[in-house]
Nanobody
Framework: QVQLVESGGGLVQAGGSLRVSCAASGRIDSRYAIGWFRQAPGREREFVAGISWSDDAEYYRDSVKGRFTVSRDSAKNTVHLQMTSLKPVDTAVYSC??????????????????WGQGTQVTVSS
């Protein structure tokens, strides 16, 4: 059983930075990835970034490339999402999820079994 607990998030002005973190407990399969997803009101959930548990390969949606960085602290079993140059369109509830790499990267996270509780990120203009 895997448990994920997010922390961080909050309110920031456009152009600012925030970091959200996802602490994982339990056994993470080496074929898994940890992904960050976000959902804004009235919109579908979307993949934001992900990192492979086996080799730390990083994956990003195009709109956040160059602004967001996903990283893993293997000693603490924690995945961070550092967000810079934030824009109002980045406002959403951000959630982390764990699952097979191909199920995590690029989709809406459908079928993923393990999810955190979500954390609100609000970017004011």
């Amino acid at each position: 059983q895997v448990q994920l607990v997010e922390s961080g998030g909050g309110l920031v002005q456009a152009g600012g930075s925030l970091r959200v973190s996802c602490a994982a407990s339990g056994r993470i399969d080496s074929r898994y990835a940890i992904g960050w997803f976000r959902q804004a009101p009235g919109r579908e959930r979307e993949f934001v970034a992900g990192i492979s548990w086996s080799d730390d390969a990083e994956y990003y949606r195009d709109s956040v490339k160059g602004r967001f960085t996903v990283s893993r602290d293997s000693a603490k079993n924690t995945v961070h999402l550092q967000m810079t140059s934030l824009k109002p369109v980045d406002t959403a509830v951000y959630s982390c999820a764990a699952g097979p790499l191909l199920d995590v990267v690029g989709g809406e996270g459908k079928g993923l079994r393990y999810w955190g509780q979500g954390t609100q990120v609000t970017v004011s203009s």
